[in-house]
């Protein structure tokens, strides 16, 4: 939900911070650490993603597809 939503922003905001700690340190495998990290937390927001958002989207304008779609190809 929108909690967890905000809670994964916070961590990657953390972790963005953190990255730059390290590259101003020249401490490379820390950036290499956090990356991989900040990667599969993204990975897990985009599965999120596809769980909730786009079936909602589905959802609510589902039915209207092909209408909507011949207005888009003009």
Do not use: C, K
């Not at 905001?13 to 599969?40: C, F, I, K, R």
């Not at 999120?48 to 779609?69: C, K, N, R, T």
């Amino acid at each position: 939900g929108w909690d967890s939503h905000n809670r994964g922003t916070g961590f990657g905001a953390a972790l963005l911070t953190q990255m730059a700690q390290a590259v101003a340190s020249g401490a490379w495998e820390d950036v290499v650490d956090h990356g991989d990290t900040l990667a599969m937390l993204i990975q897990q927001h985009n599965v999120q993603e596809e769980g909730i958002l786009y079936p909602m989207a589905d959802q609510l304008v589902g039915y209207q597809w092909a209408s909507m779609q011949r207005q888009l190809e003009g």
